[in-house]
């Protein structure tokens, strides 16, 4: 008995249970299942615990922590990791509180509905009926704007725009008023928003009106567009003849082939500082950086697959949010400043970035992670801490994020 209370104090429950279940076959007279059930419930609470904090869910790993501790104050490592979570938390609220204040606005999907979370509250902009979701987002002054798309009744996909949360649709005159809005950009008065027609085209449209940037005879789409002074650009891809994309770049609607086509490749994002453009996308296999048209390989492509889907610059620093496969051929949510790799998940479950916006200090991405039901979970990370914005119970995910100095 005493053996068995000495591992239960120094926290090793196995050999805590083993020795209480010892005890009770040379002597039946004590009843110790309190004792083997304590020991359990500790084991079972503290995995849990070390997996929240494997996590960087600081207050849930916390919280269990304590749990234990409640049960066994003596417990040298929950004491250890409950202190590390104290610690962590309150260097995370203290930054926090001396910062400016903002605002954080997040889209996506949450099961069927096109979603808006602000500052963590989720936003509905549809009804969740049909298939739709919110793939920008763009706040200027007082005014939020958002694109995505909605199906309608005849399953065709509708370009939206919704402003402060009314929609309205973004019209392709080429086929059955329908398309794609993938991106949304504010330049003073003017509202630029990328996308795809039906046929298959690349789009851009200002201020509600639409622009064609290819003929429609090979299928291509813009994915992101970014306005500085009166030149607009747009990313995005074009399919060759061999059925492969070429990742593509669009200045005042003049084509740029960013990759000789010999690899199937996509241009996701656009982002301009000073003389310099930065887009980020991949070739083959490999996550790319291009500046000034000149490819940067983030990854090699040789033995991973990896994908660059949103580029920010600040000052000289640039951070490219994306996903690298791992050895399991699971997808790694990553971050990368300056080439340098960030893991932001750990590799157990997939996961993917898929923006990423500075301010200050702080390094925001969005995107999603699976969880053990194989559902995919909106998340946000914050300096590397993640916040879930939704509950797992059916598939979501988190595709913009944009943040507001208040």
């Known amino acids: 008995m005493q053996q068995a209370n000495a591992c239960f104090e120094k ?14 076959e040379f002597d039946g007279s004590r009843d110790v299942s309190a004792q083997i059930q304590a020991a359990d419930e500790c084991f079972k609470i503290l995995i849990a615990a070390d997996d929240y904090f494997k ?40 930054h926090t509180e001396t910062a400016k204040k903002t605002d954080i606005y997040v889209t996506g999907h949450d099961g069927n509905a096109a979603t808006l979370w602000k500052n963590g509250i989720v936003q509905g902009l549809t009804d969740g009926n049909k298939s739709a979701s919110a793939e920008s987002v763009y706040v200027s002054g007082n005014d939020v704007y958002i694109v995505g798309y909605e199906a309608n009744k005849s399953n065709l996909t509708i370009a939206r725009l919704w402003k402060n949360g009314v929609s309205q649709n973004l019209i392709d005159k080429t086929y059955d008023n329908s398309a794609w809005a993938n991106s949304i950009f504010i330049a003073g008065d003017d509202v630029y928003v990328a996308g795809n027609g039906r046929i298959g085209n690349a789009m851009l449209w200002k201020n509600g ?50 990759t000789d086509g ?16 930065y887009v980020a996308g991949y070739d083959g296999n490999a996550a790319i950086l291009w500046k000034n048209g000149i490819a940067q390989s983030i990854t090699d492509g040789s033995n991973t697959f990896a994908r660059a889907e949103s580029v920010y610059v600040l000052g000289n620093d640039v951070y490219v949010a994306g996903s690298e496969s791992n050895e399991h051929s699971l997808l790694v949510a990553t971050l ?44 946000l990370w914050k300096n590397g801490i993640v916040q879930r914005l939704t509950d797992g119970s059916k598939d979501a995910r988190a595709t913009s994020v944009f943040v507001k100095i208040l």
């Not at 269990?64 to 004491?79: E, G, H, I, S, T």
């Not at 399919?239 to 005042?252: C, D, I, P, R, S």
């Not at 490749?265 to 500082?273: F, H, M, N, Q, T």
């Open 336 to 379: 990368w400043k300056n080439g340098l790799a960030q893991r932001l998940t750990d590799g157990s479950k997939d996961a993917e970035a898929k923006s990423v916006y500075v301010s200050g200090n702080d390094i925001y991405v969005a995107g999603y992670e699976t969880n053990s039901q194989k559902n995919e979970v909106a998340t």
């Open 209 to 258: 009106r639409a622009q064609s940037l290819t003929d429609g005879s090979k299928n291509a789409g813009a994915t992101s567009v970014y306005v500085l002074g009166n030149d607009v650009y747009v990313a995005g891809y074009e399919y060759n003849t061999k059925g492969g994309g070429v990742a593509m770049l669009w200045k005042n609607g003049k084509a740029q082939s960013l």
């Open 55 to 94: 996590e960087k869910e600081y207050e849930k790993a916390r919280d269990r922590y304590q749990a234990v501790l409640d049960k066994n104050p003596k417990d040298p490592k929950a004491r250890e990791q409950f202190d590390e979570c104290v610690k962590i938390l309150k260097d995370f609220t203290t």
């Open 262 to 277: 010999s690899k199937d490749a996509r241009a996701e994002s656009v982002y301009v500082s000073g003389n310099d453009v």
């Open 11 to 24: 926290g090793d429950y196995e050999c805590a249970k083993r020795n209480y279940k010892l005890f009770t």
